[in-house]
């Protein structure tokens, strides 16, 4: 299973940026789907999950309102709209694969997840 991660960039603060990941060597449909982000100097956090089928969410405090993930199983990609970003949101954006998670219970234990994609830059300048 591949993941490849793409739409990060470098903008300002109160724009707005869309990630998307393309899943490929599986089906997509049994797996539930989170964003990851890493900031230098930290550890990796929990930005947002979606199950299988799109019909549960989560988005962690921070991003709260400003973040929304989404998905289209007939192209295999799952999505992060990200708008209003600020300065601390600057990381390296990470999507990751678990199959047959549950979103309730699971979905935000980074342990959990059985594949992750390479990563994709996200600067936000005040």
């Known amino acids: 299973v591949q993941l490849q991660a793409s739409g990060g960039g470098s903008v300002q603060a109160g724009d707005s940026l869309r990630l998307s990941c393309v899943v490929s060597?599986?089906?997509?449909?049994?797996?539930?789907m989170g964003w990851f982000r890493q900031a230098p100097g930290k550890e990796r956090e929990f930005v947002g999950g979606i199950s299988w089928d799109g019909g549960s969410t989560i988005t962690t405090d921070p991003v709260k309102g400003r973040f929304t993930i989404s998905r289209d199983n007939a192209k295999n990609t799952v999505y992060l709209q990200m708008n209003s970003l600020k300065p601390e949101d600057t990381a390296v954006y990470y999507c990751?694969?678990?199959?047959?998670?549950?979103?309730?219970?699971?979905?935000?234990?980074?342990?959990?997840?059985?594949?992750w994609g390479q990563g994709t830059q996200v600067t936000v300048s005040s």
């Open positions: 990751a694969a678990g199959f047959m998670m549950v979103v309730q219970t699971q979905i935000q234990n980074i342990q959990k997840y059985d594949y």
């Open positions: 060597g599986s089906r997509f449909p049994n797996y539930a």
